[in-house]
């Protein structure tokens, strides 16, 4: 069992930045973020895998956001700047049990309990 805890979310002015954590224990493969609105359903936000030498992200967020890991601290990151008020969500770190390049959530098997951003206008 692996298990996922995000912390470093919060209320943030639109234009701020914030970085959010996901500290696992267990063996940990492709990394990625999610993010829900609400009434919206989960989407994709950014991954990478197990060396952090590949990473992908959501159109919506290239360029804003920098996914990054310490594998020696077995904890990923994710750098949010120039935040947006539609960036509001709760934000989710998850890990897929194999190697491979995910970005639908029915491909990571374990998921944290979620982190939530908040951006004012």
């Known amino acids: 069992q692996v298990q996922l805890v995000e912390s470093g979310g919060g209320l943030v002015q639109a234009g701020g930045s914030l970085r959010l954590s996901c500290a696992a224990s267990g063996r940990t493969y492709t990394m990625g973020w999610f993010r829900q609105a609400t009434g919206k359903e989960r989407e994709f936000v950014a991954a990478?895998?197990?060396?952090?030498?590949?990473?992908y992200y959501a159109d919506s967020v290239e360029g804003r956001f920098t996914i990054s890991r310490d594998n020696a601290k077995n904890t990923v990151y994710l750098q949010i700047n120039s935040l947006k008020p539609e960036d509001t969500a709760i934000y989710y770190c998850?890990?897929?049990?194999?190697?491979?390049?995910?970005?639908?959530?029915?491909?990571?098997?374990?998921w944290g309990q979620g982190t939530q951003v908040t951006v004012s206008s």
């Open positions: 990478l895998n197990w060396s952090g030498g590949i990473t």
């Open positions: 998850a890990t897929t049990d194999r190697p491979l390049r995910a970005v639908k959530t029915y491909e990571y098997a374990y």
